[in-house]
């Protein structure tokens, strides 16, 4: 039950209150700085997870008057990470916590399950027929919102679920305040209207969530269409390899069986990027701490911007053709040992030396994201352009309908 008085914040945190004022200014805003990071150069991040959702379902076309078609938010999957093909060009991470402590016992599981069914019905009124009354006056468009829960709560499922085990702590952790470390309830909403992103954001937490504690937030944007490879905020086009069908998926992105069938592991990472030091690097340096060209987004080692690397071509004195600390050697799954990762970043512009990469990524197993950036802590060069200042994982519960509340296969 909500209080009729709000608690006070926990240290470093922000009241709900402060949260939801800013909503509606940040749309706005989000706009503004959006067209102006495009402009500076289309800073936009991994455009492979664009071409790899894309050979399953197409992007969604132009509707009447410049919105672009609904994003069905039912199925198997939560939309807003395979759905739609081409991520949107905005998009809002809300981190909450939850008011009541952890616990295994039947009243709390039953509150979890009761706070996703809310969530779930907010957003099939939010995507559907109530989109007005959230002040999306010309519908929702291509709106969509995932629900993800931190590990302590899943463990309170069940240690052994997907989705219980926390972050190990990285190499470069140390930068990353507690503040934005962790967190218990995820809420992402994305849209090609940036003032929908927001206004859907504040419908959602208000109506469904109203006692979860705001714990960071962040908003992102990304270069729109389809006929366009975007870059990331170093300048680069990102070819990491990525599951590129629904086969791929299945085998790669959802969790396969047991009660969570259709879920994944997501991560995200906030990455603080040095581009003025990278960018000020002489070409060739910078081409061979990524990997690849920097301009098409080819492999050093040869083929087309969306080509393999080669990691045996050598040159003919012997050496690697693609570096062996290149951040493209590096976190290839054939050195990392690890499965395949679904991306849909994007970059943040919060001013000054505060921008960089909202890294967001989806797998089947948490090992995947772990074992790929324990190898980069080894040997990726890239790393010394790069300062995580935020970290954690979530489940994203599997896909639900008006028959099937979200969160209603949690044991």
Known sequence: MSEPTEPPAPAGRTRRRDLLRGLAAAGAAAGFAGAAGLAAGRATADDGDRRAAASQE?????????????????????????RPGTPQPHGLLLVL????TPSPTAPYRDAVR??????????????????????????????????GLGPRVVAAFGADLPGAEPLPVFAADASVPPER????????????????VHRAAAWLTERAAPDAVPRWSQRGFRAPGTDTIARNPLGFHDGVIVPRDAAEQDEHVWIADGP???????????????????????????EAVVGRHRNDGSPLSGGGP???????????????????????????????GSALMLRRGYAFDDGATDA???????????????????????????????????SATFLVLPGFDADHPLGASLP
């Open 58 to 82: 197409p992007s969604t076309p132009a509707a009447a008057g410049g919105r672009r078609d609904a994003v069905d938010a039912t199925g198997a999957h939560q939309a807003g990470i395979a």
């Open 97 to 100: 916590d939850l008011v009541a």
């Open 114 to 147: 009761a706070l996703c069914a809310r969530l779930g019905t907010a957003i099939l009124d939010l995507t559907g027929e109530r989109a007005a009354e959230a002040g999306l006056l010309d519908g929702p468009g291509d709106l969509t919102a995932t629900v």
């Open 181 to 196: 470390t962790g967190g218990d309830l995820l809420i992402a909403v994305y849209a090609s209207d940036p003032n929908d």
């Open 260 to 286: 969570l069938a259709g879920g994944s592991i997501c991560v995200v990472r906030r990455l603080c990027l040095d581009a003025a030091r990278f960018t000020a690097e002489p070409v060739e340096r910078q």
């Open 306 to 336: 969306t080509g393999e690397v080669d990691l045996l071509a050598k040159t003919p004195d012997g050496q690697y053709v693609t570096p062996a600390r290149s951040h493209v050697r590096a976190a290839h799954p054939s050195v990392t």
């Open 356 to 390: 960089g990469l909202l890294f967001i990524c989806f797998q089947r197993d948490l090992r995947t994201f772990a074992q790929t950036q324990f190898r980069l802590d080894e040997v990726d060069d890239l790393g010394e352009y790069v300062t995580p200042t935020g």
